[in-house]
């Protein structure tokens, strides 16, 4: 079996304004799913949409592209928005970060 992995390569960043960048993009991201779970009922009743949130705000649309144009448009400043496909069907999901390579017998 072919593994077609990437290596991982992991640095420690020092640097004080990039990790201020990142603490700030962070602090964005909890708010716009902070948001998101207080509306969650309005959200998710999108089937079938992108929706994007930004500055705590909720952009819809049929096309990826345009609802992250919106949003960019609106809160241009915002580097921590929150995208999603909500399916057409409610249903059970399985997410997994894991790949099975070679099962062990």
């Known amino acids: 079996m072919t593994d077609n992995w990437s290596p991982v390569t992991m640095e420690v ?8 960048r ?21 959200v998710y009743s999108h089937r079938g949409k992108y929706i994007c949130i930004a500055g705590q705000e909720l952009f819809v649309g049929d096309v990826l592209e345009d609802v992250l144009a919106r949003a960019r448009a609106a ?7 929150f995208t999603q496909y909500i399916p057409k ?4 999901r399985l997410y997994s970060p894991f790949r099975i390579v070679k099962s062990v017998q």
């Open 13 to 20: 960043v020092t640097d004080p304004v990039e990790n201020a």
């Open 22 to 42: 990142t603490t700030a993009s962070f602090a964005q991201f909890k708010r716009n799913c902070d948001w998101l779970e207080a509306h969650a009922s309005e």
């Open 75 to 81: 809160h241009p400043d915002d580097e921590g928005s």
């Open 89 to 92: 069907e409610r249903g059970r």
